[in-house]
C-alpha cells in the first residue's frame, strides 16, 4: 500500500511536542507513514489520538497513544466519516448495512 502524505509542515516542527488526532486507525499503515514522516523533523515528542481504532487482525502493530472507542472490523460512518460521500453529517456513528453499501455504491 502506497501512503501519499499531501501535507507538508511549513514551520520547524525541531524540538516542539505535537498531537496528531485521527478520526479513526484501522491497519495502522497510514499512521505508521505519517509518523514515520513526522520523526523525519525531529520533533520533541510526537502523540496520536484516534476516536476509533478497529480490532484487525491485518495490524502492524502501530496503535494510537489516546484512543476514544475500540469498535469491531466493520465499516462505520457518521460523524464526518463517510461512505461514498454520504452518511459524513450523522450526528452519531454506525455500522453501515450491506444493503446499504449497496445502495450507496458509486
Known amino acids: 500500500m502506497l501512503v501519499k502524505l499531501f501535507c507538508?509542515?511549513?514551520?520547524p516542527i525541531l524540538l516542539c511536542s505535537r498531537l496528531i488526532p485521527k478520526a479513526i486507525v484501522d491497519t495502522g499503515k497510514t499512521m505508521q507513514a505519517l509518523l514515520?514522516?513526522?520523526?523525519?523533523?525531529?520533533p520533541k515528542m510526537v502523540k496520536v489520538a484516534s476516536l476509533l481504532v478497529k480490532r484487525v487482525p491485518a495490524a502492524v502493530g502501530?496503535?494510537?497513544?489516546y484512543v476514544g472507542f475500540e469498535i469491531?472490523?466493520?465499516?462505520?460512518?457518521?460523524?464526518?466519516?463517510d461512505y461514498?460521500?454520504?452518511?459524513?453529517?450523522?450526528n452519531?456513528?454506525?455500522v453501515?448495512?450491506?444493503?446499504?453499501?449497496?445502495?450507496?455504491k458509486v
Open 8 to 11: 507538508v509542515p511549513t514551520e
Open 36 to 42: 514515520k514522516h513526522v520523526e523525519g523533523f525531529k
Open 62 to 65: 502501530c496503535h494510537p497513544d
Open 72 to 81: 469491531p472490523n466493520q465499516f462505520v460512518v457518521g460523524y464526518a466519516l
Open 84 to 90: 461514498n460521500e454520504y452518511f459524513r453529517d450523522l
Open 92 to 94: 452519531h456513528i454506525c
Open 96 to 104: 453501515i448495512s450491506e444493503e446499504g453499501k449497496i445502495k450507496y
